[in-house]
């Protein structure tokens, strides 16, 4: 006997499959491109397509280290991260080579972590609900 939960949760696996072959098949269509995990095509597509500007830009080299890779070995990278108030525009993202890339990223998540905290701290608190109780009391 079927009942609706498994007829959706069969919907959802067909649908997942689906999703992860369109992935798969896009990942091997186009060089590595390096974004926010769980972003749409849209954003590799833009990727894609300044590819060729950034490495014109670079001329073929790393941003950070100067070291020239093969247009299959670079990373897009933000300069200011998205999670930082960067943008998409072109003068905001730059090729790296993998070694940079990997250690400009461990950076990125030291900073935005340490933005959260810090905005977490400025939020005001709410009132204790214990009842203020004076030190010294005398009886």
Request: proline residues 6%; charged residues 35%; glycine residues 4%.
């Amino acid at each position: 006997m079927t009942s609706p939960t498994h007829i959706r949760r069969r919907a959802l696996e067909a649908e997942l499959r689906e999703i992860k072959r369109f992935e798969a098949e896009d990942r091997a269509a186009s060089p590595k491109v390096v974004g926010t995990p769980g972003e749409g095509t849209e954003r590799r597509a833009m990727y894609r397509n300044a590819l060729d500007e950034l490495l014109d830009r670079q001329r073929d080299r790393c941003a950070d280290c100067n070291c020239t890779f093969d247009t299959k070995d670079w990373e897009v990278d933000h300069i200011v991260p998205l999670a930082l108030g960067g943008s998409d525009a072109m003068s905001n993202l730059q090729a790296l080579c993998p070694r940079c890339h990997k250690a400009k990223t461990r950076e990125d998540i030291r900073r935005i972590s340490k933005a959260r905290r810090q905005a977490k701290m400025m939020q005001p608190r709410e009132p204790s609900k214990r009842p203020l109780q004076s030190r010294n009391t005398f009886r």
